[in-house]
């Protein structure tokens, strides 16, 4: 069985990432953003996040690419500096297989590293998989927004996670 690595995404990487991305955001509600990626938008995205001393990795298995992730500041403003919110897509035969674990802990890593205190998940209420997925990594359930996100001409309650990187 070939080895699971991870590596920082480039801007070649950016059609791959539109491949697992689109559907997921034209076909679930994991994501309530209803526009699809272009391969420009992902690759500026990667440059602005790397530019910003924030992780954008990639996870691939034999040249495949098996999934990705990145993190962002939560909300604008410095006094949201250390806390970071980060995005989890795997390709749907990536998916429990330990390629979401791997990532996740990179980017918590990456983040600690670059000094920052808290991860947030924001997932779909719906998506008890990503949820309990979370939990697993020690996230804390801090909240539930109901009705927040709109998609398929329905309303969805948003989960919101968090963990401490660490201790001040």
Request: proline fraction near 4%.
């Amino acid at each position: 069985m070939q080895t699971l690595s991870l590596r920082d995404a480039t801007p070649d990487d950016a059609a791959a990432i539109v491949a697992i991305w689109n559907p997921i955001i034209r076909d679930t509600v994991v994501t309530f953003n209803p526009v699809q990626r272009s391969q420009p938008e992902i690759a500026d995205m990667i440059a602005t996040r790397q530019g910003a001393g924030q992780a954008f990795l990639v996870a691939e298995q034999g040249g495949e690419m098996l999934g990705f992730a990145s993190y962002a500041q939560f909300r604008p403003g410095f006094g949201y500096a250390r806390c970071m919110e980060h995005t989890i897509n795997l390709a749907p035969a990536a998916r429990g297989k330990g390629a979401g674990r791997a990532l996740l802990l990179a980017l918590e890593a990456h983040a600690t590293g670059a000094g920052h205190h808290v991860m947030v998940a924001a997932v779909t209420a719906s998506n008890a998989a990503s949820v309990g997925f979370h939990e697993k990594l020690g996230y804390l359930h801090v909240g539930t927004m109901r009705q927040v996100g709109w998609k398929f001409d329905a309303l969805h309650d948003l989960v919101l996670l968090q963990k401490f990187l660490s201790v001040r």
